[in-house]
C-alpha cells in the first residue's frame, strides 16, 4: 500500500531552520505531483508548498515565499522542505501528500491529492 512517512520536525527556535523529508513508498513517485500542507487545531490544511513530478515547477503560498524551498529526488523517492527564518506563525503539523496527475499543473487544494502522510509537529518559539 502506499506509504508517506514525514520526518525532521521538532522545536525551534524563531528566525531557525529545519528540513523536513517525506519518503514515499508503494507508488511510482516520478508519476506524483507532491505538496506540502501544514494545520493547526480548528482550522483546515493549508497549502504550503507543491513540486511537480520533474521537479521543474515548484509553487508557493504567500506566507513562505523566499524563506521555504521545497524539492524532491525521485531516485530516492524523497520531496523535501527547507524552511529557514522560522517564525512563531509557522508552527503547525506539517504533512506531504501525492497527487497523480498527467498535466503538470500543480494544486493547492488539499482535496485534490490521493494520498498523505501522518504528518511531522514544527513548533516555533518566540
Known amino acids: 500500500q502506499v506509504q508517506l512517512v514525514e520526518s525532521g520536525g521538532g522545536l525551534v527556535q524563531a528566525g531557525g531552520s529545519l528540513r523536513l523529508s517525506c519518503e514515499a513508498s508503494?507508488?511510482?513517485?516520478?508519476?506524483?505531483?507532491m505538496a506540502w500542507f501544514r494545520q493547526t487545531p480548528g482550522k483546515e490544511r493549508e497549502f504550503v508548498a507543491g513540486?511537480?513530478?520533474?521537479?521543474?515547477?515548484?509553487d508557493y503560498a504567500d506566507s513562505v515565499k523566499g524563506r521555504f524551498t521545497t524539492s524532491r529526488d525521485n531516485a530516492k523517492n524523497t520531496v523535501y522542505l527547507q524552511m529557514n527564518s522560522l517564525k512563531a506563525e509557522d508552527t503547525a503539523v506539517y504533512h506531504c501528500?501525492?497527487?497523480?496527475?498527467?498535466?503538470?499543473?500543480?494544486?493547492?487544494?488539499?482535496?485534490?491529492?490521493?494520498?498523505w502522510g501522518q504528518g511531522t509537529q514544527v513548533t516555533v518559539s518566540s
Open positions: 501528500a501525492a497527487r497523480l496527475s498527467a498535466s503538470y499543473a500543480l494544486k493547492t487544494n488539499a482535496n485534490a491529492y490521493n494520498f
Open positions: 508503494g507508488l511510482t513517485f516520478g508519476n506524483y505531483h
Open positions: 513540486i511537480s513530478r520533474s521537479g521543474i515547477n515548484t
